[in-house]
């Protein structure tokens, strides 16, 4: 009996899915136990039982109340022949709610007070047993049938279920699937967010390239600008090219004419130079091969002093005057004059650049073929060094760098007509008849010893001599100062060695013009004598001696070889002196020979004055005897 209720829940929760079902198979039981032909309307039940109308307010009550109202109504009212109709109304009320519990009907039944029967009312007790035991019967019944239905529901259920875990599995396989795709799909994701940041990279760099682009754009339009300009401007420039091409082809034209006329004039040049190098001779030779010029140094602190007197009208003569006191005193002082003149005399105001300008002419003989010899004679003192090398400034540089000078000017020059020039320079010492070289760089103790050696073609060469190759006027100065510096590690404070040595600077020569075919060649010597003052007694003895003894045969033998080419004599003693044997070769023939008298202004360098001149005026005697003889 306790299930019921179990049982009726039971029903209750599977109801909502069968609820019609269950309500149809009550039907037939019903049907069965009570014959009644409406079972499904418990106010006819009632109105049956009751054999009366149902009060107005259990007509108007909802379904499942007014069941069970009417029911409990007709157990209280009814007779015990009700037990029929109490049934009935247990059945409907529980076709119509099954929440319901089975033994309330009794209860109620008996709870009005006339549900318990007369304890003599044996057969209705029993009756109502029957109707119980029936009911429960038919309770038992529809459980039953319950149950079977809902056996074939758990059945039904247990199906679904299987369907629901195959539907589960399918489900899950599904899924799986889902999440495989959903791998595949993230998978996909991250390349698709690969891509939309390549993508997002690319639009930046297209937005670049578009920049860029534009750029490009604006550039090209302004290269077109460009572009046109430029092709206007070459059609102007072609035009002017066609004019100029014409113009050029008439210039070529003429370019020819004019060269043929250039190599006409080059001719005419070359036969005007040669013609030049002859009259340019022929002048020089005019005024003598062999000039003496004076030079007058100033004194100390400038001037000139009395007894050296220079001609107003003339640059030829100087006059060394002498006043001697008179023997016996009673007459008055005589005045001894003594004149002298030279192919030009140059005061003590004389700059080294007129000096200069008279040498030029030999220099330029020089370079047009002709030996060239200069010396420098006179009193130690007397401005032999300072007419020859003079001082490093530009205005008192002397004869052999302003000859070095005008020498490359005048080959560059001639450069143009097709001359080449080399030029070797040598720098030697002559000191006591011995030779020593003054380019020399070597150790001292290696000095060499030299010689001088007469070539069959004449050309003289001195030993172990350093000859150098020079091509510009740097390079000549150069040598200068070298030579200079070896001549001073030679003396000493008490040896004045360059006064008592003759210092020669020899620059060799040699022109080709190809072209011409045409050579020369020419040697200029530019010499630096010792100091011509002569022996003093006290002096007359020992090295000093020797030296003296060395230069005045040296000297003497320089004027009588050039008395002797000036007197055309058959024999020229060349070989007496080192100096003269040196320098044969710029001494005869066509060459032409300078010397310059120096002679110093002070009074008591009178008498080594009147010697110089003396000396000077022999050899300028013997020329000018030549010269006449050659205007004859
Ligand atoms: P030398 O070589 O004959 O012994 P220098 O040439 O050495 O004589 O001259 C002696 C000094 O006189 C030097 O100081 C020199 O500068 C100067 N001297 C020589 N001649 C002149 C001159 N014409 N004008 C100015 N100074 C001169
Ligand atoms: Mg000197």
């Not at 000139?304 to 005193?329: P, R, Y």
Request: positive net charge; glycine residues 6%.
């Amino acid at each position: 009996m306790s299930r019921l209720p179990v049982m009726s829940s039971k029903r209750v929760l599977t109801s909502s899915s069968s609820s019609s079902e269950n309500a149809q198979d009550f039907v037939p039981a019903q049907k069965r136990s009570r014959k009644d032909p409406e079972p499904h309307k418990p106010q006819a039940a009632a109105t049956v039982i009751g054999g009366r109308r149902p009060p107005a307010a259990a007509a108007r009550a909802p379904l499942s109340r007014s069941v069970r109202g009417a029911g409990a109504a007709t157990v209280a009212v009814g007779p015990s022949r009700g037990v029929l109709k109490t049934s009935v109304a247990s059945t409907a009320a529980k076709a119509g709610n099954m929440k319901q519990p089975f033994g309330s009907t009794v209860s109620k039944t008996g709870g009005t007070g006339a549900s318990r029967r007369h304890a003599w009312d044996l057969r209705g007790k029993v009756s109502d047993m029957e109707d119980k035991i029936r009911d429960y019967k038919t309770t038992f019944k529809s459980v039953n049938q319950e149950n079977e239905v809902l056996k074939g529901s758990m059945v039904q259920n247990q199906t679904k279920v299987v369907e629901m875990q195959k539907e589960l599995e399918r489900q899950r396989s599904q899924i799986s699937k889902y999440e495989e795709e959903l791998q595949t799909l993230s998978g996909v994701r991250d390349e698709l967010e690969k891509v939309s940041s390549d993508r997002s990279v690319l639009q930046k760099e297209l937005s670049n390239f578009e920049v860029k682009y534009k750029v490009m754009e604006t550039l090209r339009d302004s290269h077109e600008m460009e572009l046109q300009t430029l092709k206007m401007k070459l059609s102007v420039q072609e035009s002017t090219l066609a004019r100029l091409q014409a113009t050029l082809r008439e210039t070529e034209e003429e370019v020819r004419c004019l060269r043929d006329t250039v190599s006409q004039l080059k001719d005419d040049l070359h036969a005007g130079e040669m013609e030049r190098r002859q009259l340019h001779n022929t002048i020089q030779e005019l005024k003598g091969n062999i000039r003496v010029f004076c030079r007058v140094r100033p004194l100390v602190d400038g001037g000139l002093s009395k007894h050296i007197q220079l001609a107003a009208s003339d640059n030829k003569t100087v006059t060394l005057a002498k006043t001697e006191e008179s023997h016996t005193g009673k007459s008055v002082d005589t005045q001894k004059n003594y004149n002298f003149s030279f192919d030009r005399v140059f005061g003590p105001q004389a700059l080294q650049q007129e000096v200069f300008e008279e040498i030029s002419l030999l220099v330029q003989s020089a370079l047009d073929g002709f030996n060239v010899c200069c010396f420098a004679y006179g009193q130690t003192g007397s401005g032999k060094t300072y007419t020859m090398e003079g001082d490093e400034f530009d205005e008192t540089r002397g004869v052999i760098p302003r000859a070095v000078q005008q020498i490359f000017k005048a080959a560059e020059k001639l450069g143009a007509q097709g001359w080449e020039f080399t030029f070797t320079a040598s720098f030697v010492e002559i000191y006591n008849e011995t030779l020593r070289d003054l380019l020399y760089t070597g150790k001292a103790s290696k000095r060499p010893e030299h010689e001088i050696r007469k070539l069959t073609n004449n050309e003289v060469t001195i030993t172990n001599l350093t000859y150098e190759k020079v091509c510009n006027e740097d390079q000549v100065l150069g040598l200068i100062a070298l030579a200079n510096r070896n001549r001073s590690t030679a003396q000493t404070a008490q040896n004045d060695r360059s006064s008592r040595s003759h210092s020669v600077f020899q620059l060799d020569i040699e022109g080709v013009n190809a072209g011409r075919d045409a050579k020369c060649k020419s040697t200029l010597c530019l010499v630096d004598l010792a100091g011509s003052e002569r022996m003093v007694k006290s002096q007359s003895q020992g090295e000093r001696f020797k030296e003296m003894t060395a230069i005045n045969g040296s000297l003497s033998n320089l004027g009588i070889v050039i008395a002797a080419l000036a007197n055309k004599e058959s024999h020229v003693p060349y070989r007496n002196s080192k100096l003269t044997y040196l320098l044969q070769a710029c001494l005869g023939g066509n060459s032409k020979t300078l010397m310059f008298v120096n002679i110093a202004p002070e009074p008591d360098s009178f008498g080594e004055t009147l010697n110089s001149l003396r000396f000077a005026s022999k050899v300028n005697d013997c020329v000018i005897g030549t010269a006449s003889a050659n205007r004859k």
